[in-house]
Every structure is written in C-alpha cells, then in structure tokens.
C-alpha cells in the first residue's frame, strides 16, 4: 500500500473510531434513551427508488444516501444490530407496487424505505401495508401517504406543510419584496395533477383562501404524458400574475421554463415546490435564468449554517460528505433528506422497538425526539403515533423557502434562517436574459 493510501485509511479509521466513541458518549449521558440490548439485531432493508425512467436521476442521490447510511450503521453502531441492503426498480406507481411484492417475496426485505416520488411512494406504500411490513419514506411529501395508510413513518416533510409553506411566502415576504399589498396580489398555481401535485396544491389553495389576494389562474397538468406546456403558459401569461406557484418535477418544471424563454412569457416571480425546482439537473438546464427562483423545501446541509450543529450532526455530516466525494456521487437535497431519514430509522427507532412489526416500529418511532440541531438536515424528528391522524409523520420537519443564486440553493426565508438576501426580485426580462435554456 502507498504511504498516500495508508495514510487516508489511517485517517478513515481514526474518524470512524471517533464517530463510534462520540455516539457511545451520547448513550453514556442519556440521550439515546433505549435498552442497552435491543430485541432486534439484524434487518434487511429494501430500498426503493426509481433507477429507470425519467425520475432515476434523481432518485440516485436518494437511493445513495441510504446506501452509505447503511454503510456507515453497519460500522458504527453500538446496538449490535446487522443491516443487509436489498434494492428495487420503481419507475413509475405501477412499478413501486410491483417493487414492494419483489423485496418482499423474493429478497425477504423486513422494512422497506423509500421512495423519491409521491406518486410511487402513494402506490407502493399500501401495497406494502397490504403484506404488513412496515415503510420508511424518506423523501416523497404526499399529504396522503401517511393519512391513508397505518405502516408509514414518514421522516421528511408532507405536502401539506409545504403547499401551506409556500403560499404563505408569496403572500407575505415575497409580496412585500414585490412592494405589493397582500390583497392586490396576484397569483397563479400550476401543478402536475398527480398525488404529488394536488396535495401540495390543495394545501396552498388554502392559505390563499384564507387571504384577500387573488388566484389568477388555476392549472394542472399530467407530469408523466405533458411534453408541452405552451397552452398553460400563454394562459399564464394573459393573466399577469405577480407570482407563479410551480409544482414539478425536474423533466416539467425544465419545459415549462425553456417554452416560457421560447414564447416570451414573463412571470416576475416564481416558487417552486417538490422535487422538481431543487435539482442540480433543473439548474443545469436553466444556467444563469436560474437565478432568483425560489423552491419551498424542508432544509438542507447545503442551506444551513453547519457550525451551528451539535458536534454529533458536524462528524456525521463529514462522514456523509467524504463517502459521497469518495465514489463521485453527488451530494444533493435527496442525498441529505434520505440519509438522515435512513439514520434515524436505523439508529433511534430500529434499537427500540421490540420487533420489525408494524405496530412495534410504530411505537418505537414515538419515542424518538431529535433536535434540529442533532440532525445534518437542520430540522429534527418527532413522529405521530399510531391511532392518531396522520400517524407515523414527522412533525419537526419544518420548510423553508430558497433562492438559486449562482447556481447554489440559499435559504433567504424566514429571516432568521436566512443565509442570503434575496436577488432578482423581480425577475430580469427575457429580454435581459440571453442563455438558452436547454433540455
């Protein structure tokens, strides 16, 4: 071995060796309240994401994040507890069914985690409820993967919060950036017209609801089959809306700005919400056109100010960070979201509970209390019980409102968790901007 190799791998095991002995510390004073020997020591997890189709790339930052939190569990913890990693395909709903019966019947997963995309993660979940094994969404907001069903602990945000989240900023910090009184504004909501969409729509139609401003224009759209917008954009433009709500995934949201450049639609600002507007492949597309487009999301290690976590979330941040650059990965917003998630199911729920039931996970998940500060993402976990609505749904994890800016993401809202001041408020004219947008 080189000295240059011998001396990363030294480097390597002093930092896992701190990492244990830090989490060994936080046992000794209390903070992982569980039983020094849990009841469960292995698992095999099947992880389902989309690795084909239109939303593999990514999916593969989510799928990434689990694979090296499991990685990281299997040489760290202090339970005793052995995690075998099983994955499936689910390109689309059809495809997250039919990957819950694979892990299931033929890998013999015990718990499945996912999913990327609601419409998937609304199909898959019951599918797996249907055969009892428990489900780990990771990154899929829909309001209604964890109302409808009794299997889901849900460790990112739901729709609800986040339609809520992002109408509420249109209507009162953007608008008073805009210089325009809350009842004089003008919005328009556009979104895919899946479970993905409608629930994040749903939920912002009812904070403007609750307001004086006016809804413009109301249009929905199928995400898997729409290959042209212009129809909904020439409406848009007729109405000059204030702000445009969008809610997209990557391939939707890219189209909708390339035909907007194409035709000469102007819309002075614009919040994205879901997947789509938080994408390092969405700024690709739109270049230096990306700047001062907002996106409504639950925080991440890339918005946040790092130094201000607890020295437990700074060295599992590093270790995330090293692994990733370590196998040319990159570190995106499903990265974070699905590794944190992955690590507190495995690492405050999993030694908890008395077995790998539904009903056990579940009562172990409502034990669990992390603060924001404890957790690389910036906003902590504490989930629902079962019996009560909406169980399994973690109610810490709170949005925050986004600006690309020079093609990074910087949370600009609230103010006090604002890293940044806001830029291009409102938004250049396409005749002021002169990139193309590409595919």
């Known amino acids: 071995?080189?000295?240059?190799?011998?001396?990363?791998?030294?480097?390597?095991?002093?930092?896992?060796?701190?990492?244990?002995?830090?989490?060994?510390?936080?046992?000794?004073v209390g903070q992982l309240a569980m039983a020094a020997e849990p009841a469960v020591t292995s698992l095999r997890l099947g992880a389902l994401f989309p690795q084909s189709g239109d939303l593999a790339f990514g999916a593969a930052d989510a799928l990434q994040g689990v694979q090296i939190a499991v990685e990281l569990f299997n040489e760290t913890n202090e339970h005793g507890i052995t995690v075998e990693l099983v994955t499936a395909d689910a390109p689309n709903p059809a495809g997250g069914?039919?990957?819950v019966r694979q892990l299931v019947t033929a890998n013999r997963a015990d718990v499945i985690i996912g999913t990327y995309a609601s419409a998937i993660a609304?199909?898959?979940?019951?599918?797996?409820?249907?055969l009892g094994i428990p489900y780990v969404e990771s990154t899929a907001?829909?309001?209604?993967?964890?109302?409808?069903?009794?299997?889901?602990?849900?460790?990112?945000?739901?729709?609800?919060?986040?339609?809520?989240?992002?109408?509420?900023?249109?209507?009162?910090?953007?608008?008073?950036?805009?210089?325009?009184?809350?009842?004089?504004?003008?919005?328009?909501?556009?979104?895919t017209d899946d479970e993905f969409g409608v629930s994040i729509a749903d939920a912002a139609l009812a904070r403007l609801n609750e307001s004086p401003a006016t809804l413009v224009l109301q249009e929905s759209y199928p995400a898997a089959t729409t290959r042209d917008l212009s129809s909904v954009l020439l409406r848009l433009g007729q109405t000059e809306p204030h702000a445009v709500v969008h809610i997209a995934q990557v391939p939707d949201a890219t189209l909708l700005w390339r035909q907007a450049q194409q035709l000469d639609v102007y819309m002075p600002a614009v919040v994205g919400a879901g997947g789509g507007y938080g994408q390092a492949q969405f700024a690709a597309a739109l270049g230096p056109n990306v700047n001062g487009i907002f996106n409504v999301v639950p925080p991440t290690s890339g918005s946040i100010n790092t130094e201000a976590l607890s020295p437990e979330a700074q060295e599992l941040l590093r270790e995330l960070r090293e692994r990733v650059a370590e196998r040319g990965w990159n570190q995106g917003n499903y990265t974070d979201w699905a590794f944190m998630g992955a690590w507190v199911f495995l690492d405050e729920i999993l030694p908890r509970a008395n077995s790998l039931s539904v009903d056990d996970l579940m009562a172990a998940a409502a034990e669990v209390e992390v603060d924001a500060l404890d957790s690389i993402t910036g906003f902590g976990f504490e989930f629902i019980p079962a019996g009560e609505p909406n169980s399994g749904q973690n109610l810490r994890a709170i949005p925050v409102v986004q600006q690309w800016q020079e093609g990074t993401l910087d949370v600009v809202y609230p103010e006090e968790l604002a890293v940044s001041e806001f830029i291009n408020v409102p938004l250049p004219t396409w005749g002021e901007r002169t990139e193309q947008i590409g595919d």
């Open 1 to 28: 071995m080189s000295r240059r190799n011998s001396t990363a791998s030294t480097r390597r095991q002093f930092r896992v060796a701190t990492l244990v002995l830090t989490l060994a510390a936080s046992l000794m």
């Open 122 to 130: 609304s199909a898959a979940a019951p599918a797996a409820e249907r």
């Open 141 to 191: 907001f829909a309001e209604g993967i964890t109302r409808n069903t009794g299997n889901v602990i849900r460790t990112t945000i739901s729709s609800g919060a986040l339609g809520a989240a992002a109408m509420d900023f249109v209507l009162t910090g953007l608008a008073e950036r805009l210089e325009v009184a809350e009842a004089d504004m003008r919005v328009a909501l556009v979104y």
């Open 97 to 99: 069914a039919a990957g």
